[in-house]
């Protein structure tokens, strides 16, 4: 099957000559939910804002629908609906006009009863008559979605859409974004969130100093990614790691004060219990114990140190 959207060989070189992009192909499918995972400067908004035509390519070429970015940039662009990053919008116009209008801008023809349906789906319906400059962060953020849909694009990116969205919001944002892709809008989001990557996307693409580290299925990606660590604070220091321990590949950390268990969240055994035990047996007595599930920064230098 032809992918929706085509990145073949795309770098960017800002004026100032900062590379963001090296040499990014990627190929979005279809119906997919792609979320793009990585730390800031990454070059997600670059990569983002190529695709939708905002920043102008460096080398290579990206194709939406079949239609060039550049070449052909009132077709492809069409196709496509972009909730950027920042913020911007009119402060003194009504939330009804500010969406109609925007429709308008894609030469769509005037449809109140579509526009109605898309502030309803975003619970944006009651606030229709108030200035943009009335509505509280989430509220804005939300009526960016729905300037973004419009004009009924079959594309949909969304650039860090939950950064300030309370978490019972972020729900019904992916909420609406699996009704999208039911609808068989295609949607490529971005996020700093493994949980959130976790939850919604199909396919996750992985980012880092504006090369592709990684573009796999979810599951996969996650089974790889989705380390947590145990530490342990040590009632006694210890010099070394218990022969009898070794199976465990426990480090030893803080002058021997704290052990440090790596496993993975998605196994059926996590090897906790049995880990516990032979301490106990051991005699190694600890005072506190935590838990941290791997932040994406972690799983970055991971990833990265493999490729290097
Ligand atoms: N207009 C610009 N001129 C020069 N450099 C830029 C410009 N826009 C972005 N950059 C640089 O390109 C790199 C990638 O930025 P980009 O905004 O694409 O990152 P990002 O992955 O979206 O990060 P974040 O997660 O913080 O949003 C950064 O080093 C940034 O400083
Ligand atoms: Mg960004």
């Not at 949909?156 to 859409?161: T, Y």
Request: hydrophobic share 40%.
């Amino acid at each position: 099957m032809r992918p929706l959207i085509s990145v073949v060989n795309l770098s960017k070189t800002y004026e100032g000559g900062f590379t963001a992009l090296h040499d990014i192909s990627l190929e979005i499918r279809e119906g997919e939910i792609l979320a793009l995972l990585g730390p800031n400067g990454a070059g997600k908004t670059t990569l983002i804002s190529i695709v939708c035509g905002i920043v102008n390519p460096g080398g290579g070429s990206v194709t939406v629908d079949g239609f060039d970015i550049v070449a052909d940039y009132r077709q492809s662009r069409e196709r496509i609906g972009l909730v950027p990053q920042e913020l911007t919008t009119d402060a003194f116009e009504s939330v009804w006009n500010t969406v109609s209008f925007t429709r308008g801008l894609f030469g769509k023809a005037p449809d109140p009863d579509y526009i109605e349906q898309l502030l309803k789906d975003l619970s944006l319906w009651d606030k229709k008559d108030n200035r943009i400059m009335q509505l509280s962060g989430g509220m804005k953020r939300r009526l960016m979605i729905a300037k973004a849909l419009s004009h009924e694009p079959r594309i949909l990116f969304l650039d860090e859409p939950t950064a300030g969205v309370d978490v019972s919001l972020r729900q019904d944002m992916w909420g609406l974004v699996r009704r999208l892709r039911e609808s068989g809008v295609t949607i490529i989001l971005t996020t700093h969130y493994i949980e959130e990557a976790e939850e919604i996307a199909d396919r996750v693409g992985v980012i880092n100093r504006g090369r592709i580290v990684v573009v796999e299925d979810k599951v996969e990606l996650m089974r790889k990614m989705g380390s947590k660590q145990l530490t342990l604070d040590l009632h006694d220091t210890l010099d070394q790691v218990p022969e009898a321990l070794a199976e465990y590949g426990l480090e030893l950390q803080n002058d021997g004060q704290q052990l440090v268990y790596t496993y993975d969240v998605h196994r059926e055994r996590t090897g906790i219990t049995a880990l516990l035990g032979a301490l106990s047996e051991a005699g190694i007595r600890f005072r506190d114990l935590k838990t941290d599930q791997s932040s994406l920064e972690d799983i970055f230098v991971n990833l990265v140190r493999e490729q290097e």
